[in-house]
C-alpha cells in the first residue's frame, strides 16, 4: 500500500483501516477504532475529534493493524528570490514559480 494523502485533514489515513473500508488490504478489524474513527467524522466538537483520532491511532499501532516500512521523502533547495513553489503530497509544483526581484 503506498500511501499519499487524497486531502489535507488527518482522517485521510485513518479511514483506509476501518473494517469496511476496502483499502485495507491486511483486513484487519477493531470495532472500537471503527467506532473512534466514525465518532470523528460527526463530531461538531474539535477537541473530541482530536481525541478520537488520537486514541484511534494509538489502536492501530499498539494492534499493528499496520507496520511502516518506509517513509519516502523528498528535498529540493529552492533559491530565496524564486516565489510561488508549492509542496504538495510530497511532490513539488512549479506551475505557478517566478523569480521575484
Known amino acids: 500500500m503506498n500511501l ?3 486531502f489535507a485533514d488527518p482522517i485521510s489515513f485513518p479511514d483506509l483501516f476501518t473494517s469496511t473500508n476496502s483499502e485495507n488490504d491486511g483486513k ?3 470495532s472500537t477504532y471503527d467506532k ?3 465518532d470523528s467524522k460527526t463530531t461538531s466538537s474539535t ?11 494509538n489502536i492501530l499501532l499498539n494492534d499493528a493493524g499496520v507496520i511502516p516500512l ?3 521523502t523528498s528535498s529540493a533547495l529552492i533559491r530565496t528570490s524564486v ?3 508549492i509542496q504538495n503530497r510530497g511532490t513539488w509544483n512549479f ?4 523569480i521575484a526581484n
Request: proline residues 0%; charged residues 30%; aromatic residues 20%.
Open 4 to 6: 499519499v494523502y487524497d
Open 28 to 30: 484487519w478489524k477493531n
Open 36 to 38: 473512534l474513527i466514525a
Open 47 to 57: 477537541a473530541k475529534r482530536w481525541s478520537d483520532l488520537s486514541k484511534a491511532e
Open 70 to 72: 518506509y517513509y519516502s
Open 83 to 85: 516565489k510561488g513553489v
Open 95 to 98: 506551475k505557478n514559480a517566478y
